[in-house]
T-cell receptor
Framework: KTQVEQSPQSLVVRQGENCVLQ??????????LRWFKQDTGKGLVSLTV?????DKTSNGRYSATLDKDAKHSTLHITATLLDDTATYIC?????????????FGAGTQLIVIP | DMKVTQMPRYLIKRMGENVLLECGQD?????MYWYRQDPGLGLQLIYI???????SEGDIPKGYRVSRKKREHFSLILDSAKTNQTSVYFC??????????????FGEGSRLIVV
């Protein structure tokens, strides 16, 4: 059973609009949560990592939240650009060390149109 | 420049042939991973390596083996490739210890087609 569910599966927005991507998970324990960006045909690039029970991070136009009680995270992208077109992947780690496992969502495909 | 390099990037093999996928990193990271990515699924862990000659099976190790003789180099081997091993394979390495002080670095993927 998939332990990390992302929604929507795909999303089309116009350049300049804001968007919100969702991540729900059932991984236990949930030590931390990461968001990655994957351009078509490329590897994953880390955007942010969330650690605390209720956490918020900000990285330029990307901001993310985590609520471990709800096992839910959001990734907000403000003022989208054409270069934001990519797949965004939510990853939950069950431990802080390398001994832990990473649980990957299938991703949300974001398409930004002019 | 921190980088994970995968070779080859694209590969077509016949069923039953052997496949060697290579991964290198220039960051002296101890931990390295091999994943495969299939449409509609999250990345699945094939093998993890904690250091030279310290490898552990992931969630889907069947049909694969690995080799890590140098810290900077981690190979994935398919002995007698099968058509269901057609996939995109990603190598990753991890810096540091704990969560906040470490980052995962991914290669750009090796696209394998088995016919």
């Amino acid at each position: 059973k998939t332990q990390v569910e992302q929604s929507p599966q795909s999303l089309v927005v116009r350049q300049g609009e804001n968007c919100v991507l969702q991540c729900n998970y059932s991984v236990t324990p949930d030590n931390h949560l990461r968001w990655f960006k994957q351009d078509t045909g490329k590897g994953l690039v880390s955007l942010t990592v969330l650690v605390d029970q209720k956490d918020k991070t900000s990285n330029g136009r990307y901001s993310a939240t985590l609520d471990k009680d709800a096992k839910h995270s959001t990734l907000h992208i403000t003022a989208t650009l054409l270069d934001d077109t990519a797949t965004y992947i939510c990853v939950v780690g069950d431990r802080g060390s390398a001994l832990g496992r990473l649980h990957f969502g299938a991703g949300t495909q974001l398409i930004v149109i002019p | 420049d921190m980088k994970v390099t995968q070779m080859p990037r694209y590969l077509i093999k016949r069923m039953g042939e052997n496949v060697l996928l290579e991964c290198g990193q220039d960051m002296s990271h101890e931990t390295m991973y091999w994943y495969r990515q299939d449409p509609g699924l999250g990345l699945q862990l094939i093998y993890i390596s904690y250091d030279v000659d310290s490898n552990s099976e992931g969630d889907i190790p069947k049909g694969y083996r690995v080799s890590r003789k140098k810290r900077e180099h981690f190979s994935l081997i398919l002995d007698s490739a099968k058509t269901n091993q057609t996939s995109v394979y990603f190598c990753a390495s991890r810096s540091g210890t704990g969560v906040s002080g470490n980052t995962l670095y991914f290669g750009e993927g090796s696209r394998l087609i088995v016919v």
